[in-house]
T-cell receptor, first 111, second 114 residues
């Protein structure tokens, strides 16, 4: 039962352009969402979060958008840099302890 | 920057053997978690731990699994009798609070059951 879905397993973007990573969820009780970045052989690193009372949260080059009616969130990276190449996971929670993770999207930023 | 430390980085064990995965969470964090990722699959929640007891656990976390905080700094995951399907990356995480704080993950222990 996959409550959080990332339908694009991979994405390639030119350096300097925008990267858009998408995530869909099925549980309308989810009210907190996070994005993590993961490099090979490392644990996931927290990037940015958003709660359901907001529809946008920005932190430097990273912006997360939440569309509650569509049960969809996206992560925008502008401008994309080669160091952003990693696997990106979205995760969602219904304010409990447990986060549900998507399967990840592997981003490659081409210099 | 504070980090979550996991040891060992790679553990190979015989099927049926007990294994203990160790984690040192960030010192002022109160919530502790274990997640795992089977190769090619999603990151899955195992268990959360707060105030010296399990606060939530998933269906994966059956009687073969246990967690312990034996002292003020370590947080361990024990698998009593390992199965081949327990082979995965196991991530420990800690957080200062629930929800809005996000987690800090360790770099993981790769468990290989042969």
């Amino acid at each position: 039962d996959q409550q959080v879905k990332q339908n694009s397993p991979s994405l390639s973007v030119q350096e300097g352009r925008i990267s858009i990573l998408n995530c869909d969820y099925t549980n309308s009780m989810f009210d907190y969402f996070l994005w993590y970045k993961k490099y090979p052989a490392e644990g996931p690193t927290f990037l940015i979060s958003i709660s359901s009372i907001k529809d946008k949260n920005e932190d430097g080059r990273f912006t997360v958008f939440l569309n509650k009616s569509a049960k969809h969130l996206s992560l925008h990276i502008v401008p994309s840099q080669p160091g952003d190449s990693a696997v990106y996971f979205c995760a969602a929670s219904d304010a409990g302890n447990q986060f549900y993770f998507g399967t990840g999207t592997s981003l490659t930023v081409i210099p | 920057e504070p980090e979550v430390t996991q040891t060992p980085s790679h553990q190979v064990t015989q099927m049926g053997q007990e294994v203990i995965l160790r984690c040192v969470p960030i010192s002022n964090h109160l919530y502790f978690y274990w997640y795992r990722q089977i190769l090619g699959q999603k990151v899955e929640f195992l268990v959360s731990f707060y105030n010296n007891e399990i606060s939530e656990k998933s269906e994966i976390f059956d009687d073969q699994f246990s967690v312990e905080r034996p002292d003020g700094s370590n947080f361990t995951l024990k698998i009593r009798s390992t199965k081949l399907e327990d082979s995965a990356m196991y991530f420990c995480a800690s957080s200062a609070g629930q929800g809005i704080y996000g987690y800090t993950f360790g770099s993981g222990t790769r468990l290989t059951v042969v």
